[in-house]
């Protein structure tokens, strides 16, 4: 073997080395990033020993993240298709949301009446057939 697989004695960077080294990776096999991590190495070799940062990391969230979590958390949407420039179902509840903010509505009733017309817009309309069938059936 040509070193440890255990990440407390080398890092995968050395470990990828050790194996090229040894022949046991070919050249032309590389991982995409051994290149880059060769060419631009990190400022602090990342090692199992290594103590962590005490610094605290900034949580970053948008206004309209909660907002997002709440309404995904209320209604169910569908797959959304990522190739296509499409408005999504969220941005348009987004809108009617901050609409109506801008109006000064309150943010939960502004929740509550984006949400509301949301519905309208988008619940499952009955198609046509059913509603001239169910006629039939009555009279």
């Not at 070799?45 to 709440?70: C, G, L």
Request: with cysteine; hydrophobic share 30%; proline share 6%.
């Amino acid at each position: 073997m040509a070193q440890s697989r255990t990440e407390r004695i080398g890092t995968i960077f050395t470990r990828v080395k050790s194996l090229l080294h040894a022949d046991v990776l070919r050249p032309d096999n590389l991982p995409i990033w051994y290149e880059i991590y060769k060419t631009y190495p990190p400022q602090y070799e990342p090692t199992f020993s290594r103590k962590t940062s005490t610094v605290n990391i900034q949580k970053i969230f948008y206004k309209e993240d909660f907002i997002r979590a709440k309404f995904h958390k209320d209604v169910s949407l569908p797959i959304i298709d990522m190739k296509k420039d499409k408005i999504t179902e969220t941005q348009i509840f987004f809108t009617i949301y901050d609409c109506l903010l801008q109006g000064g509505v309150k943010k939960e009733e502004a929740y509550e009446k984006a949400l509301k017309s949301y519905k309208t817009i988008f619940e499952p309309h009955t198609p046509r057939k059913n509603i001239e069938h169910d006629k039939e059936q009555q009279t």
